[in-house]
């Protein structure tokens, strides 16, 4: 990192507004308006500015062994704070912070506001933001991704005739927290091979009934950490055996590979439901799928911005949560009114959670007569270190097959144990 002297503040503004006009004026490209305009100065002085930084950075190269281009691919990937000059109250629509932020000039698609500071009067704002690259990418940044995915993914798909039924199977396999390494020993490979025996297994149990529909509940901590620092959501350090592009390639790949088996029996819908350890990849797992499996007729993907999701099948209304937020007296009149139409009519309504690492059923009621029926899904994880501290290694490292009547409602259930 080269060394330099209070004014360097301003260099780095100067290269900044450079870069961010797309000019490179060390071969003789620049025009010197868009710059000026940043940097809220003349032209000339702008110019002129640039003639001394070259010159200060030529000096040092002999030390520093920095060119120019060098310098500003440094700069660009960690941007200096950027000055808004003032922007009229009249000109901001909404979000006065987002307006201002808009006013600098910076690429949001790339970076993101790392602290800032806003002040003026009524009639006139004036604001400084100290801005970081991103290491989230932004909602379009991800259906750029997806529409890439698309024109890529299969254009054929091996095909299946289904003989229809009134049956539908929900497939939990909860809380494998893939990249984990257990206190056995036992990690990312280790859990992978497991599901896919218990994945086996629970398809050769459900086999028996004539199915129409088969329910994937694909999240609900399938990734044990949610960046390339290896920490939960909310940044809590995991103990992790693979790297984090790894773990995004396993991510997918038994995704992929879990649906592609499951539609050998009926059309599978895949119903993304995010975890407290993989909010953000539980996210962008969806869209991959999405795009995966755009061209393939018989996969259904309900990734919406929803925490809670919903499902109708005859019956039986569903609701599926990781269940770590709500509370549990809370559940039937947030599903009464966050899906009213599901819920209504239905003669079943069930709730399935994740997060306890165990089995556990229990009737919710709102009245005597009336309530909700919640199942707590057992987990396929290793324990970690801190659950084996708290004590918390008696769980059975279960997958779960449930058998629904269109009008019967559940009538069979099926265990894969690891």
């Not at 940043?38 to 002129?48: H, I, Q, S, Y």
């Not at 929900?170 to 984990?180: A, K």
């Not at 099948?313 to 509370?327: D, I, K, V």
């Amino acid at each position: 990192m080269m060394q330099t002297s209070g004014n360097d503040v301003f260099r780095k503004k100067l290269i900044y507004a450079i870069c961010k006009n797309g000019f490179e004026p060390w071969l003789g490209n620049a025009n010197w308006n868009g710059v000026a305009e940043v940097l809220n100065v003349t032209p000339e002085k702008a110019r002129g500015q640039y003639r001394r930084l070259a010159s200060y950075i030529l000096d040092r190269s002999m030390s520093t062994g920095m060119s120019i281009e060098q310098y500003a691919d440094e700069v660009m990937a960690n941007p200096p704070d950027v000055d808004v000059k003032k922007i009229d109250v009249e000109e901001i629509e909404d979000n006065a912070f987002d307006a201002l932020v808009g006013a600098s000039g910076v690429d949001t698609e790339m970076f993101q506001v790392e602290r800032g500071s806003v002040w003026g009067s009524t009639h006139s704002m004036s604001a400084s933001f100290k801005f970081e690259r991103r290491i989230i990418p932004t909602v379009r940044q991800v259906d750029n991704i997806v529409k890439e995915l698309v024109e890529f993914s299969p254009k054929t798909y091996d095909t299946y005739k289904y003989d229809g039924g009134n049956h539908m199977a929900v497939f939990s396999l909860y809380d494998i927290q893939l990249g984990r390494i257990g206190i056995d020993g036992t990690g990312t490979q280790y859990t992978v091979d497991g599901y896919k025996r218990v994945l086996a297994e629970l398809e050769t149990s459900v086999i028996m009934y004539p199915l129409d529909e088969v329910v994937f509940v694909l999240g609900n901590d399938f990734a044990n950490y949610d960046n390339v620092m290896g920490t939960t959501t909310a940044g809590t350090p995991q103990e992790n055996d693979v790297s984090w592009k790894y773990g995004i390639d396993t991510q997918v790949e038994l995704a992929i590979y879990t649906i592609n088996s499951l539609r050998r029996f009926a059309p599978v819908r895949v119903i993304m439901v995010s975890g407290n350890h993989d909010r953000y990849s539980n996210y962008f797992l969806g869209k991959t799928i999405e795009g995966w499996f755009d061209n393939c007729q018989d996969v259904t993907v309900d990734n919406k911005h929803d925490y809670r999701k919903y499902h109708r099948y005859g019956s039986t209304a569903f609701m599926f949560t990781h269940g770590n937020a709500e509370a549990k007296a809370m559940l039937p009149a947030i599903f009464a009114t966050e899906a009213p139409d599901i819920f209504a009519g239905a003669k079943n309504r069930e709730v399935h959670t994740g997060h306890y690492h165990q089995r556990k059923d229990y009737f919710q009621t709102v009245t005597e007569e009336f309530g909700i029926y919640v199942r707590v899904l057992p987990s396929l994880s290793a324990s970690s270190d801190w659950e084996s501290m708290k004590g918390f290694i008696l769980h059975n490292r279960v997958g779960i097959a449930h058998i629904y009547h269109k009008d019967k409602g559940q009538v069979a259930e099926f265990y894969g144990k690891l």
